[in-house]
């Protein structure tokens, strides 16, 4: 089983002796997003109103997929040398009944999923409460149905009023096609700045400050919805805990997140009449915070209209929206049977059919004039007071508020697991040293993209920008973020990373481990071409980029995503994304593309000092748990890219990281530690530091090996290399060469 894992005071995962150890591995996987029962993929077309009304009547029982499915799939993303998955499930999926209506079957169904991948494959698992712009409703994932209601939303009428765009209103029913104009790559991620979501943030973290009207059952919405929330994943962990206690004591549970991608909604919008200027999502119909409550109450609107250029957004224009008089709030007939449905009782000023934001007087309706806004900066101050509320207020009030409340529940049943705290991606960790968090179980959960791969779905090796430099402001000008040259590019994201990383460090502290829960690239880059031609360059060399920035810093990270459901047509099945590093549809028909290089013939050489050899043939039982399967149970089927993602890595460092990379072009890896002293050490006896030498990549035959010092031995069964070395700086660097006539050993220098 894995080893138990712990954190060193540098913010390192290490094992009990403090060797450094790095998680690799990947999100498993994007169909849980979505329910099994009925089988409602994002473009599965809404062709009557059975979709909203049996909202509640779903499973997600076989997604991610069916239990006999699991050992492939499990053995395959093993076989890439990963050592964990990131496990993303719903709050829909736990409750989408209603309140305290938990599926259990599901629970049960995932424990099972849990207990597989534990017996097979002897991988760390983390458990993620994974949304994406609130619901499915509003255009991602996440939040039950009944959530929306609750709220007062009747989501059925959003499409007229752009309150959220949700891709299965976009699709033809005839044809089965989305109606691209309408729902253009990567627009979903737009529903942040919509009515919908921006509107259920905002309840979420601060419906006491900004919403106290709305009271169900004697709690504000703030508090009901983060109750039950938290009530839903806790009664999830805790059937774990009692169902399959193993599961802990293998090791397998690393821990649980406590919200994927957070937004702030409209809190701390200095003016609802503008599009600040930090919103650098801009595409298609874009309206200011005011526009969209007036569109939500169905009055016709004319909104910007945004493209997204090689620099940032570009107003292209303006769009009226015509509403058709369908508001995005239930009427009071609706809202009276949502209410005893769920068993609500509201508060007497909450007056249905009112935005929630005309009903705290954010803004009026005139007879004679129309809407009027009267509180611009509402959102900006707390109710009769001077505090100011920005983003590090959200962050180190309202959103720290909530994590301590997670944080707390969570220690109540579970004192040895990691928490991972994810804050709003690209934004700073709030300040948590007040805090009673156990020092060395609390992780920073980031995330990473690239933004000009993201939107243009193309990798540009001539030149780039400087993403998270743009989203923090760093530049007054975008065309100063611009990185000539693709070496250049790699560094840059690597730079990016770095800075990400120190942050962490400054405001959460030295001891806190930087995890990317969340970074990738898209495959369905150049129009698809690769689809065609079956030549993956640009979706490989992208993944090259992302992998040298997390190798030289080596940081523990899942890649965004395995998709086992994977198409060409429809990529993951969620939004026309397209991230997965497998697709069903790259699989070959027989198993000859389990990539391995031929076995080696067993050989020696002499070293760079009196005792240096190599052995390729060695049994030595001390290796860490493989992060690889044998070599000859090894699967690449199906994967895309596979050059940039088989790479070697440094499985378990006796000391401390210095620097790593992999030049994917020449067959060469450089790792550089500062070795840990060892007592009453040998030659052969002093502690070492493990690699995985794929032979994808090397083949052992022909490798040239130099090193400060040292001995080494090679597992090729599991293509691990071990070497033993002296303290202090040292370094280690391997060279495939080409074969000769005259090359019959692997040589040390």
């Known amino acids: 089983m894995p080893e138990k894992l712990f954190v060193s005071k540098n913010g ?76 993303p499930f719903s709050w829909e999926s736990l409750e989408h009944k209603g309140p305290g209506l938990y599926d259990y079957e599901f629970m049960d169904y995932t424990i099972e999923v849990l207990k597989i991948i534990d017996r097979i494959g002897g991988m760390y698992v983390y458990l993620d409460p994974h949304q994406d712009v609130w619901s499915r409703f509003t255009g991602g994932s996440g939040a ?40 253009p790559k990567m627009v979903w991620a737009t529903n942040y700045y919509k009515l919908a979501c921006q509107t259920m943030f905002t309840l979420f ?28 994943i806790l009664e999830f962990y805790k059937r774990i805990q009692t169902k399959a206690p193993e599961l802990f004591e293998s090791n397998c549970i690393l821990g649980l997140e406590s919200l994927n991608e957070p937004s702030h909604g409209y809190i701390g919008t200095m003016n609802l009449n503008e599009i600040e200027k930090e919103r650098n999502l801009r595409l298609g119909s874009t309206p200011t915070g005011f526009q969209a409550f007036v569109l939500g109450e169905g009055i016709n609107t004319t909104v910007d209209d945004y493209e997204i250029t090689m620099f940032g957004p570009s107003k292209c224009g303006t769009k009226t929206i015509n509403c058709q008089n369908e508001s995005a709030w239930m009427t009071q007939q609706e809202r009276d049977i949502a209410d ?31 809407p009027k806004l009267l509180q611009p900066n509402y959102f900006a101050k707390l109710n009769g007071t001077d505090t100011t509320v920005n983003e590090r207020y959200f962050m180190n009030h309202l959103f720290t508020n909530y994590f301590n409340k997670f944080h707390k529940a969570f220690r109540n049943i579970d004192m040895e697991s990691f928490v991972i705290m994810q804050p709003p991606v690209f934004r700073s960790p709030p300040h948590l040293k007040h805090l009673d968090i156990i020092p060395g179980k609390t992780i920073c959960a980031c995330h990473f993209y690239d933004g000009l791969s993201l939107m243009f779905k193309t ?82 060399k992208a993944m090259n980029a992302i992998a040298h920035a997390l190798e030289g810093n080596n940081l523990s990270f899942s890649l965004w995503c395995y998709a086992s459901e994977n198409n060409h047509q429809w990529g993951d099945n969620w939004n026309n994304e397209d991230f997965s590093i497998f697709s ?166």
């Open 144 to 183: 039950p149905y009944w959530t929306l209601l609750c709220a007062g939303f009747q989501p059925k009428r959003f499409r007229k009023n752009g309150a959220a765009i949700v891709h299965n209103t976009l699709i033809d029913p005839r044809t089965g096609k989305d109606n691209i104009n309408d729902f």
């Open 205 to 232: 973290f601060a419906g006491k400050e900004f919403a106290p009207k709305c009271i169900v059952n004697g709690l504000n919405i703030q508090d009901y919805l983060q109750e039950t929330f938290l009530n839903a």
């Open 459 to 540: 990798w540009n090796k001539f030149f780039n920008v400087d993403t998270f430099g743009i989203v923090r402001g760093n530049y007054s000008n975008p065309m100063l973020s611009v990185v000539i040259g693709e070496s250049k590019i790699r560094d840059s994201f690597q730079g990016q990373l770095k800075l990400m990383k120190q942050e962490v460090h400054e405001i959460l502290g030295q001891n806190v481990p930087t995890f990317f829960t969340e970074i990738g690239m898209p495959f369905d880059m150049d129009n698809k071409k690769a689809y065609t031609n079956g030549i993956y360059t640009s979706q490989t």
């Open 12 to 87: 390192d995962f290490c094992d009990v002796k403090g060797n450094v150890v790095t998680l690799r591995g990947v999100n498993l996987d994007p169909n849980a997003k979505l329910p099994a029962t009925p089988n409602l993929t994002t473009h599965e077309p809404i062709k009557d109103e059975k979709y909203w009304d049996l909202a509640d009547d779903v499973s997600f029982i076989n997604h991610p997929f069916p239990l006999e499915d699991i050992p492939s799939h499990i053995n395959r993303v093993k076989s890439l040398g990963f050592n964990h998955v990131r496990f």
């Open 340 to 370: 005893t449905k769920y068993g609500w009782e509201r508060n007497a000023d909450w007056t249905a059919g009112v935005c929630i934001w005309r009903l705290h007087n954010v803004w009026a309706i005139n007879n004679r004039s129309g």
């Open 584 to 749: 069903k549809d790259d699989m070959k028909v027989t198993k000859d593309n389990v990539s391995r290089a031929s076995s080696p013939t067993p050989s020696s050489s002499s070293g760079n000092s009196e005792n240096s050899q190599f052995i390729t043939k060695s049994e030595f039982d001390d290796i860490p748990y493989p992060p690889a399967p044998r070599i000859d149970e090894i699967d690449f089927n199906g994967f895309r890219g596979t050059d940039a993602l088989v790479r070697p890595f440094p499985i378990k460092i006796h000391g401390r990281f210095v620097s790593a990379k992999f030049d994917l072009e020449l067959k060469s890896y450089t790792l550089k530690i500062h070795a840990s002293a060892s007592a009453n050490a040998t030659n052969t006896t002093k502690n070492a530091t493990y690699i995985f030498l794929p032979q994808y990549h090397f083949d052992i035959d022909r490798v040239n090996i130099g090193t400060s010092s040292g001995t080494f031995l090679y597992n090729e069964q599991y293509q691990i290399l071990k070497w033993h070395h002296d303290a202090g700086h040292q370094s280690i660097t391997i060279n495939s060469r080409k074969r000769s006539n005259k090359d019959d050993n692997c040589i040390i220098t």
